[in-house]
């Protein structure tokens, strides 16, 4: 197939389109002018597209010239704490999603899948369902809202093949430096703690690799559940004071952590798990990558960055 990315530059995105290219896609890459593109500087098989999918009438011209079979809609702002402009989260989430979608229809693509959020949920005391009432408690999370009602909405016309993925907490190969399993084995890495929240802050944590075959099966069954939406977590939650745990015993970390000296975000919460009955039902996709396995992946993934060594599928090290 031939795949367009937005997001590309992005952690999920650049995830997704290595993972596309090892499956023998065509993937062109889309990538924001004034954007930090370091995790896709070595993806020499894909097609490169500078652009700014908030201009009028980019993404048309985009569309059109790239021709895709699917499009991967992954673009987004205001998902890092530091991403603070409710104007840019808006315009980037929803905008810029209304007008790609346009273009997707008018030029016939087989599947337009777009990354949703958990966050579009709110403060939940339990795993909520695709269909349950949302409540979203951040700008961004009340514009990926939108955005996912406007997908449904489009593919319930029957006029575009959308379909959402809810993601949850998304780790892995080139994750931000910044994000919490990252610090959390960069710091460990020399026998200490950074500064962390509440110990009963709660996350699903989801592989990245696991993640791109979540979005593959969507793509490839577009058609079918166009207008579906469809949470892609563990199904597990696991509190903070778990996870200090696995990488202290994984790293042999000495030191007792720092609970509650970091300033909680608005949205952390002591509950917070995905329900996966419906995507394992349509798409047969579950999670496979366990915590444990992907914590040793990215420590493995931490070292050979250290090294300057390369990676390869699932982010295995193939050498310097």
Not at 52 to 79: C, M, Q, S
Not at 152 to 178: C, I, N
Not at 247 to 264: F, K
Request: hydrophobic share 40%; aromatic share 8%.
């Amino acid at each position: 197939m031939r795949a367009l990315v937005t997001g590309a530059a992005g952690f999920v995105g650049a995830n997704l389109s290595g993972h596309l290219l090892r499956e023998g896609h065509e993937v062109h890459v889309v990538q924001h002018p004034d954007g930090d593109c370091w995790r896709i500087a070595e993806m020499g098989e894909s097609i490169a597209h500078r652009a700014d999918l908030l201009l009028p009438g980019t993404a048309h011209a985009l569309v059109a010239e790239i021709d895709p079979d699917w499009i991967f809609h992954l673009a987004a702002y205001g998902a890092y704490s530091w991403q603070t402009d409710a104007m840019r989260i808006c315009a980037t989430n929803l905008s810029a999603t209304i007008e790609l979608a346009d273009a997707a229809e008018c030029h016939g693509v087989s599947a337009f899948v777009h990354a949703g959020s958990s966050s579009e949920y709110g403060f939940k005391d339990h795993a909520p369902s695709e269909d349950e009432r949302l409540e979203p408690n951040s700008a961004y999370a009340v514009a990926k809202a939108a955005a996912t009602m406007y997908c449904r909405h489009r593919a319930r016309e029957g006029r575009l093949p959308a379909v959402t993925l809810r993601l949850y907490s998304v780790y892995g190969a080139l994750e931000d430096e910044r994000r919490l399993v990252s610090t959390l084995l960069r710091e460990g890495r020399q026998r200490r703690f950074p500064p962390l929240v509440s110990p009963e802050t709660a996350r699903d944590f989801v592989y990245a690799e696991d993640v791109c075959i979540a979005f593959v099966r969507a793509a490839a069954q577009a058609s079918e559940v166009a207008g579906e939406i469809y949470n892609v977590g563990s199904g597990r939650q696991t509190t903070l004071r778990e996870l200090v745990e696995r990488v202290r015993e994984l790293l042999g970390i000495p030191e007792q952590p720092h609970w509650d000296t970091y300033p909680a975000r608005a949205w952390d919460s002591d509950c917070w798990s995905a329900n996966v009955e419906r995507i394992s039902s349509d798409l047969g996709w579950l999670a496979a990558t366990g915590l444990d396995d992907g914590l040793d992946l990215m420590r493995r993934l931490t070292e050979a960055r250290l090294a300057r060594c390369s990676y390869g599928p699932e982010g295995r090290v193939t050498g310097r």
